[in-house]
């Protein structure tokens, strides 16, 4: 990976309208008061990689610049690409930060699609739906 590779995790401008609505309802404590931009930046990934679909990024804007991204939030971002690689592909693949990177912003757009979804219902529909999916998923684990 090379040393003058700049980390910066970028969003479309669709993900920033939904970023300004999530700080203005603070659903489920999302807004900028509560949580890091990286926590939600990972949230959305994390719902993002769920669905399992990749949504292109328009109008891209930075929204976590490099001295906000540790070696956790990198880690998890390295383990959503190691995880999708073929079977066939050689591990020198992850020393290309900018498709890591770029994967992560797609799942995360497709994340902030959805939570933008989460705005048609009331908080305590959506708290009981994650609550649910995470239980089937401890489930699946048993």
């Given at each position: 990976m090379s040393e003058k590779s700049v980390k910066i995790l970028n969003c479309s401008g669709d993900a920033k309208k939904v970023i300004e609505k999530i700080d203005s309802s603070k659903l489920l404590n999302l807004d900028n008061k509560n949580c890091t931009r990286m926590e939600l930046f990972l949230f959305a990934l994390a719902l993002g990689v769920e669905c399992g679909v990749q949504t292109e990024l328009t109008k891209t804007d930075t929204l976590v610049r490099a001295e906000y991204i540790n070696t956790?939030?990198?880690?998890?971002?390295?383990?959503?690409?190691?995880?999708?690689?073929?079977?066939?592909?050689?591990?020198?693949?992850?020393?290309?930060?900018?498709?890591?990177?770029?994967?992560?912003?797609?799942?995360?757009?497709?994340?902030?699609?959805?939570?933008?979804?989460?705005?048609?219902?009331?908080?305590?529909?959506?708290?009981?739906?994650?609550?649910?999916?995470?239980?089937?998923?401890?489930?699946?684990?048993?």
């Open positions: 956790k939030n990198e880690a998890f971002l390295y383990s959503v690409f190691i995880s999708e690689l073929a079977s066939d592909a050689h591990m020198e693949d992850i020393e290309n930060m900018g498709e890591v990177y770029g994967k992560a912003q797609r799942y995360a757009n497709t994340g902030f699609k959805l939570i933008d979804d989460m705005f048609g219902k009331s908080e305590d529909i959506v708290r009981l739906e994650l609550l649910q999916e995470l239980d089937a998923m401890y489930q699946a684990l048993e």
